[in-house]
């Protein structure tokens, strides 16, 4: 029997990243109705995630997954953060006002982190897991693909930025894959005792 989990975004691209991490784990994943607006007032990645799932399994009675991933640049000390969705109206903007903001700073060190939460239908968080990729930002953009700071984040052992990796790589390697990694042995479990 497939379970419903609602997905606390309004973004279709990070419900099809879900999906194909979720693929053969009994649960059918869809996005939270768009009235619902949940406010990020967590200072962690950890906090925003519960917060999300939390909210929205009380209003919509479901299960609910959400995660919280952003940023970490080391010479920003760890600007953008939990703040990386909110550093500019754009994509585009954003990775400008992180390149303009490193501008030649030698150390370009930097990563991507995710929590992911899933919380029951009572709001109860009954899951969370955490994944952290490490890489460097570059001094221009590389890459088509992806979304968000994609075209800056570097992976020096694949000498490929997110925006220049197949999705299926980036998945095998990203923060978000990470953790999802780490979340689904715990998922089948939950599953088992539904």
């Not at 200072?43 to 997954?65: E, H, P, R, V, Y």
């Amino acid at each position: 029997m497939t379970k419903l989990l609602v997905v606390a975004t309004g973004n279709p691209g990070k419900l099809r990243e879900m999906q194909a991490y979720l693929a053969n784990s009994g649960w059918e994943l869809t996005l939270k109705p768009d009235e619902l607006e949940i406010e990020e007032t967590g200072d962690t990645f950890a906090a925003n995630a519960c917060l999300k799932a939390s909210q929205i399994a009380q209003a919509t009675g479901n299960w609910a997954i959400a995660d919280d991933s952003g940023l970490q640049v080391d010479a920003l000390n760890g600007a953008p953060g939990v703040y990386s969705a909110r550093y500019g109206k754009t994509d585009s903007e954003r990775i400008a006002r992180v390149l303009n903001e490193l501008g030649p700073e030698v150390n370009r060190q930097a990563q991507f982190v995710c929590v992911v939460a899933i919380a029951s239908p009572d709001g109860k968080i009954v899951l969370q897991t955490e994944g952290i990729c490490r890489g460097t930002i570059l001094h221009a953009p590389r890459g088509n693909g992806g979304f968000g700071y994609d075209p800056i984040f570097y992976i020096p052992e694949k000498q490929l930025t997110f925006a220049e990796m197949t999705p299926q790589l980036k998945r095998s390697l990203s923060h978000r894959g990470k953790a999802f990694t780490a979340l689904i042995p715990q998922l089948e479990v939950l599953s088992f005792e539904l």
